[in-house]
């Protein structure tokens, strides 16, 4: 361990050649520490348990001899070294493995632990089947609002493509005032409006468009003999009844 005379004749004749010297001292600090390694491992003095679990392997290795009292009853039973038990030898033939326990815990933990595992991965099974439920019944509902939305602005426009061809069959008729108002698209002029439409508006307001459309088709069919739906104006009520489909978007899909 001590320090390099490097003013010494054993350093000079020391090969010098690039990268050997390097090498060299690299190879022996390792040596020098796996030795150390290997005799810190020697004068450590084992503990308890390493010196009962070496002492327990020696004694189960080792076969049982005669000075064993259960060994030599089975001799005067006639029981030989190597034998299988029993009167016809179906028995075993090596002992009984020893379960041992090296740990503090008491009896039955590993069996509480083993079934605490299982309620804890029964308990993540039983959140992911909840997680993919909520996930389906999420895309379920936006798929019924998005196909609600669809739906309703269809009935939009079936509803100003209704006002469209009342107004423009009323004009044919010299109709020049709505039924009500809402039955023609009117111009959005809020300073010219007087109080009796703002009345109609908030009247009307407290409809829907599918009770609006369903109205206006009516009334279509009964004052112009008209199907929105077929986009024909029919003679008379009894022709309409018996050339026309039907009275809504249903009937003539």
């Known amino acids: 361990d001590e320090e390099e005379d490097y003013m010494s004749d054993l350093f000079i004749k020391q090969d010098v050649r690039p990268g050997l010297p390097m090498v060299r001292r690299v190879k022996e600090a ?14 450590r003095q084992k503990s308890i348990k390493e ?17 064993n009292k259960g ?14 038990l029993g009167k016809s030898g179906e028995g075993i033939v090596e002992p009984i493995p020893l379960n041992i326990k090296t740990g503090r815990s008491g009896l039955g933990h590993e069996e509480l632990k083993k ?16 997680k993919k439920q909520a996930n389906e019944q999420a895309a379920d509902q936006f798929r019924i609002r998005f196909k609600t939305k669809q739906e309703e602005r269809k009935m939009e426009g079936d509803l100003r493509k209704s006002q469209r061809a009342c107004q423009q069959l009323d ?24 109080e009796e439409d703002k009345e109609d508006e908030c009247t009307s307001s407290d409809l829907s468009v599918s009770e609006k459309l369903h109205i206006l088709t009516a009334y279509l069919r009964e004052e112009h003999f008209y199907c929105i739906w077929c986009g024909t104006t ?8 018996s050339n026309c489909p039907g009275d809504s978007a249903a009937d003539h899909d």
């Open 30 to 43: 390792i040596q020098k520490e796996e030795k150390q390694k290997e005799a810190n491992e020697k004068n």
């Open 115 to 130: 079934r605490k595992a299982e309620e804890k991965l029964e308990n993540y099974r039983q959140k992911l089947h909840m």
């Open 234 to 241: 029919y003679e008379d009520s009894e022709d309409l009844s």
């Open 71 to 84: 060994f030599a009853l089975l001799q005067k039973m006639g029981y030989k070294s190597g034998q299988a």
């Open 51 to 67: 010196e009962e679990k070496e002492r327990r392997d020696l004694v189960l290795k080792s076969a049982l001899g005669n000075e």
């Open 171 to 194: 004009m044919q008729k010299d109709i020049d005032v709505p039924k009500e108002t809402w039955f023609w698209i009117q111009p959005e002029e809020e300073d010219k409006k007087d």
